[in-house]
């Protein structure tokens, strides 16, 4: 069996002992404390979370419009989803003239827009027309328009990792800068509601022809989520579902709830103006806001952003 002796340290070798940690403790206090200092020097703080708000969703539309007119393509651009759907009706082809048709304008060309030669720029960005109005505000979602020098833009805004930013765009190009406007009209809204409450129905009575008929094919359906990540960190992305998948949904989602066909569906039309609505279907359990598009005579929905509601406002369950 071995044995162990044990050191027991003298007198003036603990005190030297504790001489040095506390020094080396003072030490370390000191470079944590400057530490700290320099952190607090160099370091940003990170950026507010901005609120949801009619205010909110004013200021950054107005920096979006404001930036293209000053031709400052990084702002613009920042304003914008990268996978923006951003769209309008066109009747010409590479200059010929053709049947109407939905035509995508990507991400990227916001900087043509916005490029400081371009004939948008002004000398003076505050001058320039820049009429807001927030239709409707939901959980991260909002519906609005904005009328601008050279187009009118019905956008969907979304709320995403703290910014709100353009999910969804619905275009009427202008023939000049400063021209007028299409007028308000409600000549099609008994069309517009018809198409609105057959795409809900549709869901209802597990019909997904029926939904899918109401749909462009260009459709863009799509929703703010969050995922989370393996170290616990979370952030927010867009799911969409396809003009194909909207036929899938139709046929299977009303299968697990069992709503009656006569559940609730409301439709509010915000604005129609030329071939472009904008619009918004209230459901049971959930609610869509619709970009909807005139083509060839037929109207369409192009673009959904869509949230479930809060349980509290769940209906007909």
């Known amino acids: ?43 940003v703080e990170a950026p507010r979370a901005e609120p949801i708000s009619e205010e909110a969703i004013t200021k950054a539309i107005e920096e979006y419009v404001r930036a293209r007119y000053a031709g400052d393509v990084e702002t ?5 989803h990268e996978n923006i759907a951003r769209r309008m009706v066109a009747d010409n082809y590479w200059g010929q003239p053709s049947k109407e048709w939905v035509r995508p304008f990507t991400r990227d060309l916001i900087a043509f827009y916005a490029d400081p030669e371009s004939a948008q720029r002004l000398d003076n960005p505050s001058e320039g027309r820049c009429e807001i109005e927030v239709f409707d505000i939901e959980q991260r979602t909002a519906s609005a328009r904005v009328i601008m020098e050279d187009a009118v833009d019905y956008l969907h805004m979304i709320h995403l990792n703290g910014r709100w930013v353009i999910g969804d765009s619905a275009v009427i190009l202008l023939r000049e800068n400063g021209a007028k406007p299409p007028a308000l009209s409600d ?91 904008a619009a918004k279907m209230t459901g049971a359990v959930w609610f869509d806001y619709f970009h909807l598009m005139e083509v060839n005579g037929e109207w369409s929905i192009v673009n959904i952003m869509y949230e479930s509601l809060d349980r509290s406002r769940w209906a007909d369950v």
């Open 1 to 43: 069996m071995n044995s162990k002796k044990t050191r027991i340290a003298s007198p003036i070798a603990l005190s030297t002992a504790i001489a040095i940690a506390s020094l080396s403790g003072l030490l370390v206090a000191s470079s944590q404390a400057n530490a700290h200092a320099l952190h607090a020097e160099t370091s």
């Open 76 to 80: 613009a651009t920042s304003r914008l």
């Open 187 to 277: 000549r099609h809204a008994t069309k517009i509601e018809q198409v609105s409450r057959d795409y809900c129905v549709g869901f209802y009575e597990i019909d997904g022809d029926k939904v899918q008929s109401t749909c462009h094919p260009s459709l863009s359906k799509r929703s703010v989520e969050q995922a989370r990540l393996s170290d616990g960190s979370e952030f927010d992305h867009l799911s969409g579902i396809t003009w194909e998948e909207i036929n899938i949904l139709g046929e299977s989602f009303n299968k697990n709830w069992g709503f009656d066909t006569d559940a609730r569906c409301e439709i509010e039309i915000y604005e129609i103006r030329g071939n472009i609505a």
